[in-house]
């Protein structure tokens, strides 16, 4: 108890005597759990919404597309691009014909219990204003289907000359009830905005299969830019063409839901054995329009996790420049303590004792942000209805996340700690300063250097492990940054099309979620640069003071530890270059990434450098300002 | 004008060194006027926390005074920035400590040479000019050693020869004897005779007499302020250690 008593007094007077520091801690694991919180909780946030939309709007159990006469895919090879072979009209109507039997195969199929259409679909070019986007019209009875049966937004269902968008499409398209919109030119007025179970929204309704005869590439429009209306069947009869013959949906109901995709595999493998059966359909189960869906919220775990691992490195570092720095400080009540017969297991805990504790007050911080902020990122977006509900935070995610606040602590603290309680009680008394190491190399080098140089070569000398543990951090930040830079290459070249107008919802979230990582991530940086450049000015105190008593000038000394700090930071920031190209990749799940352009980089890593400079040119200049004769004569006494 | 009637290379005129204020100020140089003449050497002298080192530090330019003039070689310092005081530090003016605060780093050369270095010398004139100083103070043959490796009188003599890399035009020492056992600190006063002989302008201040029986003159400090003056023949009777009773 007494002992306990004598910790929490230690503990609570470091913390009275340097708020600044301790909040500026408690920010710097804080901003690092929450971004792990946020992380943890997303994991299947999606399923409720998905299974509520499902439940509102009779959703399918499988889903059968059927295309036009041309039985590749957009995609496959060999295809001819869209709108570029004109079918007979024999062709078309034995291409139905086909279809209507096998999907009388299907709806009699062992399992089925329920279905709507054949639907008669249309690929077509929207355009709303300026804003072009492909749209797959589903041409629909003015009644209600027994299966799938979209739950509508706003407005009303299809009429002649009316069209229904899906939610998310219409909020990419801008278009409001009462706006006109073109459909391969013919005009028609939106009449209502609705939710389907039966597709996945866009931006990837191509995602796992998307078998109409698509108008992809000309002016610009991508597969992302594929949305979902639904119109009346004459409407999407009178969008047909030769060119562009009519596709179906059939909406299949089964009784055990659960065994969709046993179904699909069962009747999948007999159509593609039929090769006569050129109509064969794509059939796609509820349980992969579901993970689909998720990809919304899998985007963002994807930059999340990642991102909170480099938050967590980041913080790791600030804490151990901090630790370190502050050890050397405290070494003289390691003595005292060890004096009046403290254990050095007794003095480790009383070292580290405020940190663990900043640590535990971080990560409870860092849950409640992380709990509260959650929601606001796992809106299941316009293509479903109903809310995620409370992201799940569940005692095995708390426990992680105060691990980790607690191992950050540990990692950085420990080994100085230990090393300060092994330190003989004399030689702790004396308190004497941790000595410098020598570099000799780096010295003679300095020699040949402006004075600043001089310096910060000496410096670097000094203390090389604050060199190493600095450019790491760096590191850790050029390639979150890197990273990020990274995804908007990539989303840049692949993702948007030019032109169109038109605004991809999951890269708008992906976007913001990378901006706040950004931020979280330069403020931690930023941190760590002014407690790095701190530690840096305390430990050469001395020597800084000797060198302006020798005739070296306030701005020499000042600029002297700055250039230490951009010496230690420029091999982090050409690490972080391949690292930040790297772990997009891996965060990419192994796809094509855009190396960022060489400008890019460049001006990133010149803008970091100069960052670094400016961050360590606060506290340099307050260190240099400091009276000479004061400091030496501290020094002697 | 001092006392010889040359120009003086030191001259303070009514300096004040003030702490705190009211009820808690203290005045650690108080209207203090000196002369200090082109190779004299003068000891200030008292007890401590008399204001000794606080008149050292201000006469360098370490510190600035609350009030008074202040003119090294005839150019008014006490109003000079502190890029200006540092430049003036860097040419005219070598310290010697009592702690010797040298770079623990650098070797006993590595250490001599710095000043030149700041100053802007090249590398290779600046190790030429170390080396030299390091074998005028009988060091030669520990060059490259650190100071850790250097007793506490030859770390004291690598802090004279640092002092003297740029040719300064005055040496401030500061208790340069007071971590010293009598045979370092004899050997630091042969040196001091040795750059007293040379012509060396030297300010030592110090609570050892027999360090102060080596000086032209002696000024005693108390509270501030000096309270006597004494002209000396020590520093130029040739046989200092038996003045400074040192030597048996």
């Not at chain 1, 503990?11 to 909040?23: E, F, N």
């Not at chain 2, 040379?198 to 302020?225: P, W, Y």
């Not at chain 2, 000096?226 to 020590?234: N, S």
Request: aromatic share 4%.
């Amino acid at each position: 108890m007494g002992r306990t008593l004598l910790i929490g007094r230690l503990t609570a007077r470091d913390l009275r005597r340097r708020p600044t520091q301790a909040a500026l801690l408690l920010l710097a694991i804080t901003a690092a759990t929450a971004v792990l919180t946020l992380g943890l909780v997303l994991h299947g946030v999606t399923n409720h919404p998905y299974q509520q939309t499902r439940g509102a709007t009779r959703g399918p159990d499988v889903v059968a597309q059927f295309s036009g006469p041309v039985t590749p895919g957009p995609f496959g090879p060999g295809s001819p691009p869209p709108g570029q072979v004109k079918y007979s009209p024999q062709a078309i109507a034995a291409n139905a014909r086909r279809v209507r039997i096998v999907a009388s195969e299907l709806i009699h199929a062992a399992g089925v219990t329920g279905h709507s259409g054949l639907y008669p679909v249309a690929s077509a070019v929207a355009q709303a204003g300026r804003r072009l986007a492909a749209v797959v019209a589903e041409g629909r009875d003015q009644t209600a289907a027994a299966v799938d049966q979209p739950k509508l937004a706003s407005g009303h269902w299809v009429s002649a000359g009316g069209i229904v968008l899906e939610r998310t499409y219409a909020d990419a398209l801008r278009v409001r009830l009462g706006d006109r919109i073109t459909l391969n030119g013919r005009p028609f007025r939106v009449v209502g905005t609705a939710v389907t179970a039966a597709s996945v929204p866009m931006p990837n309704m191509c995602y796992s299969s998307c078998d109409y005869g698509l108008p992809f590439g000309p002016r610009g429009i991508s597969p992302r830019h594929l949305g979902l209306a639904w119109i009346t069947r004459a409407g999407a009869q009178a969008l047909a063409t030769p060119s562009d013959p009519l596709g179906y949906v059939l909406n299949l109901k089964l009784s055990d839901p659960a065994r969709a995709q046993a179904f699909v595999n069962r009747y999948g493998h007999q159509f593609a054995q039929n090769p006569a059966t050129s109509a064969a359909p794509s059939l796609t189960t509820w349980q992969d329009i579901r993970n689909v869906d998720g990809l919304l919220i899998r985007d963002e775990t994807a930059v999340l996790s990642p991102g909170a691992w480099v938050a967590s490195l980041l913080a790791i570092g600030t804490l151990a420049v901090l630790a370190g720095g502050r050890m050397s400080e405290r070494i003289r009540r390691v003595g005292l303590l060890k004096a009046v017969g403290a254990t050095p297991g007794l003095v480790t805990l009383a070292l580290m004792a405020e940190n663990l504790i900043l640590a535990l007050a971080a990560a409870s911080a860092g849950l409640a942000i992380g709990r509260l902020a959650a929601p606001l990122i796992t809106s299941p977006g316009a293509g479903l209805v109903g809310a995620p509900g409370a992201p799940s935070l569940t005692l095995p995610i708390a426990g992680l996340v105060v691990g980790v606040a607690l191992a950050v602590a540990m990692a950085a603290t420990l080994w100085p700690a230990i090393r300060a309680a092994r330190t003989s009680t004399v030689s702790a008394l004396a308190a004497p300063v941790r000595r410098p190491r020598r570099r000799a190399g780096l010295i003679r080098l300095s020699r040949h250097v402006p004075v600043p140089l001089l310096f910060g070569l000496r410096l670097v000398a000094r203390r090389p492990r604050r060199a190493l543990l600095s450019a790491a951090c760096i590191a850790i930040t050029m390639t979150g940054v890197v990273a990020v830079l990274a995804f908007h290459a990539t989303a840049d070249e692949k993702l948007y099309g030019g032109g169109t107008g038109i605004t991809d919802p999951v890269m708008a979230r992906d976007t913001q979620m990378l901006l706040v990582l950004t931020v979280v991530l330069l403020a931690l940086s930023g941190i760590n640069a002014v407690f790095t450049a701190w530690a840096t000015v305390l430990d050469a105190r001395q020597a800084a003071a000797v060198a302006r008593a020798l005739g070296a000038s306030p701005e020499q000394v000042t600029a002297g530890v700055v250039a230490a700090q951009v010496l230690s930071a420029i091999p982090g920031v050409l690490a972080g270059i391949p690292l930040g190209i790297a772990l997009f990749s891996v965060a990419n799940s192994g796809s094509i990434t855009t190396v960022p352009p060489a400008w890019w980089l460049v001006l990133t890593a010149f803008g970091t450098l100069l960052a670094v400079a400016a961050l360590t040119a606060i506290p340099a200049s307050i260190g240099a300002r400091q009276p000479v004769a004061g400091i030496l004569q501290s020094e002697t006494a | 004008m001092n006392e010889d009637g040359g120009a003086p290379v030191l001259r303070a005129q009514g300096l004040r060194k003030q702490f705190g204020s009211s009820d808690t100020l203290v005045r650690a140089v108080d209207d203090v006027s000196l002369a200090v003449a082109e190779g004299e050497t003068l000891a200030v002298m008292g007890p401590s926390g008399c204001g000794k080192s606080t008149l050292l530090h201000l006469l360098g330019g370490l510190d600035r005074p609350s009030g008074g003039e202040l003119y090294l070689a005839g150019q008014r310092i006490d109003q000079l920035s502190e890029r200006g005081l540092a430049r003036l530090r860097r040419r005219a003016v070598g310290f010697v400590f009592q702690a010797f605060h040298l770079m623990d780093e650098l070797t006993a050369v590595e250490n001599v040479e710095l000043p030149a270095l700041l100053a802007g010398a090249a590398p290779r004139a600046a190790r030429r000019r170390a080396a030299g100083l390091l074998e005028q103070v009988g060091l030669a043959d520990r060059a490259g050693f650190l100071p850790s490796a250097l007793s506490g009188g030859q770390r004291q003599r690598v802090a004279v020869a640092r002092a003297l890399a740029n040719d300064p035009l005055v040496i401030l020492a500061d208790e340069p004897a007071g971590n010293l056992d009598s045979e370092a600190t004899l050997d630091v006063l042969r040196l001091f005779d040795t750059l007293h002989t040379a012509g060396q302008t030297l300010v030592v201040v110090t609570h050892d007499s027999r360090i102060a029986a080596t000086a032209d003159r002696l000024i005693t400090m108390r509270d501030g302020a000096f309270v006597d003056e004494t002209r000396l023949t020590g520093g130029s009777g040739g046989s200092l250690g038996a003045l400074a009773g040192l030597e048996g």
